[in-house]
Nanobody, 122 residues
Framework: QVQLVESGGGLVQAGDSLRLSCLASGRTVSSYSMGWVRQAPGKEREFVAAISRNGDNTLYADYVKGRFIISRDNAKNTVYLQMNSLKPEDTAVYYC???????????????WGQGTQVTVSS
């Protein structure tokens, strides 16, 4: 079993930055790739970014590429999402997820956090 707890969300203005954190616990958490997924009101969940087990490989959705950076610190069991140049369309609940069970771009993970709200005002 893996538990994920996100933090760092909040209300910011367009152009600002935020850093989300996800603290993971579980015996084999460092064995899995990890990802960030978001869900805006009235919309389906969408993939944001993912990082490999050792952090050497990352993948980003086109709509955040060049603005968001995913990283992880396995010694701290934590994955981060640095979000820069935020836009109002980035407003969503952001979820941390791990243990991929399907297509990464479809955000098909087994374990999910409770989410943290990010609101970007124009």
């Amino acid at each position: 079993q893996v538990q994920l707890v996100e933090s760092g969300g909040g209300l910011v203005q367009a152009g600002d930055s935020l850093r989300l954190s996800c603290l993971a616990s579980g015996r084999t958490v460092s064995s899995y790739s990890m990802g960030w997924v978001r869900q805006a009101p009235g919309k389906e969940r969408e993939f944001v970014a993912a990082i490999s087990r050792n952090g050497d490989n990352t993948l980003y959705a086109d709509y955040v590429k060049g603005r968001f950076i995913i990283s992880r610190d396995n010694a701290k069991n934590t994955v981060y999402l640095q979000m820069n140049s935020l836009k109002p369309e980035d407003t969503a609940v952001y979820y941390c997820a791990t243990k991929l069970v399907g297509v990464i771009e479809k955000a098909q993970y087994e374990y999910w956090g409770q989410g943290t709200q990010v609101t970007v005002s124009s």
